[in-house]
């Protein structure tokens, strides 16, 4: 049975990915330091997939607790998702950003090359685009100027270190994949995306709209050049984008690869707060905000490289994820 490594494995998009994975009878260590996730989420995914991963408490940027890992387990294949990831921490920290993520990368893959582990899939975003004007992005697209954000920039630096690493040393594999807007839970409601303080994405938004703890949603422009005014971008539903990763690893290649994991269609705010009322039942108290500082009007996948290399299509809809994402807020009361 071969033997994954989740850093992060605890948190939204890595939950996601330890339930695939152990579905389709891989073996699964996670590492996760619980600084924005929780223990209990072991036992989610175990009464999910009647599997149970093994938890380590590590922090990436203990390097003797990750070596004594290593030393003790064979890994075929790491998945690194472990990061900060809040955006308007990151400006208000940004030492903190770089020192974590990047310190993080850099001792994961230390390890990873002293103990002659070769394969890395590694979290990055679409953030890495930067503001330029597309509005559907491509793999071969330039990268690494006009990014927004501290957190965005760890991404790019993350890609830059992984592709020096794989040119430095031949037999190394690294697969980035670069996520649109990730939304939804899995169906059964019993893991989601509940962030620590106060979110920044508009899905936990909405979820703590639709609940009281925020008044309304401040939607923000509706004057931007797009059919309904506001800003278009590509939710992709993150059972459909734990998948990918699955895809990724098992279609993995000597060198870098760099894959867009999206649907390829746009959805604006106005139409993605209209499937959650549909989904719900109720209306979500709303109002017309000032453009957010950064945001750029429309922004999609282009994801036929993940289509055709890694035979990965999404299949899930944002109905679909709407669906899931209010029984997660049931299972959550
Ligand atoms: C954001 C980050 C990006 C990060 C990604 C995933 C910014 C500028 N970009 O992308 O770096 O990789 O999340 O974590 O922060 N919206 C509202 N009201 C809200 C919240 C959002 O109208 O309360 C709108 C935004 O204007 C945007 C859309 O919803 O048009 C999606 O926003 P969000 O979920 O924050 O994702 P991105 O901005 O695409």
Known sequence: ?????????????????VIELLNSGYEVDIIDNLSNSKAETIAAIEAITKKRPTFHNIDLLNRESLTELFDNNHYDFVL?????????ESVEKPLLYYRTNL??????????????????????SATVYGRQYSPEYVETMQVGSGIANPYGRTKYMIEEILKDT??????FSATILRYFNPIGNHPSGLIGENPNGIPNNIMPVIMRVATGQIKEL???????DT?????????IHVVDLA??????????????????????????????LAAFESA???????????????????????????????????????????????????SQR
Not at 80 to 88: E, I, N, P
Not at 227 to 235: A, S, V
């Open 280 to 330: 719900s039942g109720h209306e979500l108290p709303h109002v017309f905000a000032p453009r957010r500082s950064g945001d750029v009007a429309e922004m999609w996948a282009n994801p036929s490289l993940a289509n055709q290399e890694l035979n990965w299509h999404t299949n899930l809809t944002i109905a679909d994820a709407m669906r899931d994402t209010l029984k997660f807020l049931e």
């Open 1 to 17: 049975m071969q033997k994954v490594l989740v850093t992060g494995g605890t948190g939204y998009i890595g939950s996601h990915t």
């Open 103 to 124: 310190d993080s990368a850099i001792n994961l893959v230390e390890a990873m090359l002293a103990h002659g582990i070769n394969n890395i899939v590694f979290s990055s």
């Open 80 to 88: 690194h998702f472990a990061g900060l990831k809040a955006v308007g």
């Open 218 to 224: 401040n939607v923000y422009g509706n004057d931007y």
């Open 227 to 235: 059919p309904d005014g506001t800003c278009r971008r590509d939710y």
């Open 166 to 171: 794989c040119a430095a040393n031949p037999d």
């Open 243 to 272: 998948k990918g990763h699955l895809a990724a690893m098992q279609h993995i290649k000597p060198g870098v690869s760099v894959y867009n994991l999206g649907t390829g269609k746009p959805t604006s705010v106005l139409e993605l």
